[in-house]
C-alpha cells in the first residue's frame, strides 16, 4: 500500500512569514492528494486538494504544488496568521485491497504562528 | 447540510460496558468510515463502508463492531474495551468510495476514555 511520510514535524514562524510542509509518496499510481487542518479538539478539515493533472492550485493564502516525478507534493501558506496555528496533515489514496482504497495519512505538522 | 455529526462527543466507559457511538451525514455520501486517533499521531483507518456495506476492515480486533443501518447512519459498537483504545475516534463520509478524487468531510470526533 501508500507510504506517505511528511517532514518537518513541527514548524514554527513569525506572523506574517510563510510557511511549507512537505509530503513525499511511494505509490506513482496515486492521483488525489489533500490536504487536512485539525485544531484542537475538533475533526480534520480539508482545506485544499490537488489532482494529479495539475502542477500547482491557489486558494487565497494557500496553494498546493505537485511533483509527480519526485512523487512530492507541498503546502504553502504565505502571509501567515495566528489562526493558521493547527496540526497540517498530508493524505494520499492507498489501495488497501481488491475492494478499493482510503486516505493514508502523513504524521502531521504543527504549525506554530506566533504574533 | 455540509456536516457529519457524531455523538457522543466524550464518553468515559467500563472495560465491561458496552456503548455505541453514532455518526450522520444528509449530504448524500456513499462512503463511510471510522478513523481512530491517538494523541500527537495521525488518523488510523478501521472501517470503510462503501453502499451501506463494509469493504474494508483494517485488522480491527473483534471488541469494535461497526453497523451501517442506512446511507446516512453510521455506528460503531463497543464491547469489553482496553485502556489503550482510549482514543479520539473520528467518522468521516466521502460522495463516493474509492478516495481518489474526493476529499473527506470528517467529524469532530468522540472523545473515549477506557477506565
Known amino acids: 500500500g501508500e507510504n506517505v511520510e511528511q517532514h518537518p514535524s513541527t514548524l514554527s514562524v513569525q506572523e506574517g512569514d510563510s510557511a511549507v510542509i512537505k509530503c ?72 488497501l485491497n481488491q475492494a478499493g482504497t482510503a486516505l493514508i495519512f502523513g504524521k502531521g505538522t504543527t504549525l506554530s504562528v506566533s504574533s | 447540510d455540509t456536516e457529519v455529526t457524531q455523538t457522543p462527543k466524550h464518553l468515559v466507559m467500563g472495560m465491561t460496558n458496552k456503548k455505541s ?58 464491547h469489553a474495551l482496553q485502556p489503550e483504545d482510549s482514543a479520539l475516534y473520528l467518522c468521516a463520509s466521502s460522495q463516493v468510495p474509492g478516495a481518489t478524487n474526493y476529499g473527506y468531510t470528517f467529524g469532530s470526533g468522540t472523545r473515549l476514555t477506557v477506565v
Open chain 1, 24 to 95: 513525499t509518496y511511494s505509490d506513482s499510481a496515486s492521483n488525489y492528494f489533500p490536504w487536512y487542518k485539525q485544531e484542537l479538539g475538533k475533526g480534520p478539515q480539508l482545506i485544499i486538494d490537488i489532482r494529479s493533472n495539475v502542477g500547482e492550485k491557489k486558494d487565497q493564502r494557500i496553494a498546493v504544488t505537485l511533483n509527480k516525478t519526485a512523487k512530492h507534493f507541498s503546502l504553502h501558506i504565505t502571509e501567515t496568521q495566528p489562526e493558521d496555528s493547527a496540526v497540517y496533515f498530508c493524505a494520499a489514496p492507498s489501495p
Open chain 2, 21 to 78: 457511538l453514532k455518526c450522520e451525514q444528509h449530504m448524500g455520501h456513499r462512503a463511510m468510515y471510522w478513523y481512530k486517533q491517538k494523541a500527537k499521531k495521525p488518523p488510523e483507518l478501521m472501517f470503510v463502508y462503501s453502499y451501506e456495506k463494509l469493504s474494508i476492515n483494517e485488522s480491527v480486533p473483534s471488541r469494535f463492531s461497526p453497523e451501517c443501518p442506512n446511507s446516512s447512519l453510521l455506528n460503531l459498537h463497543l
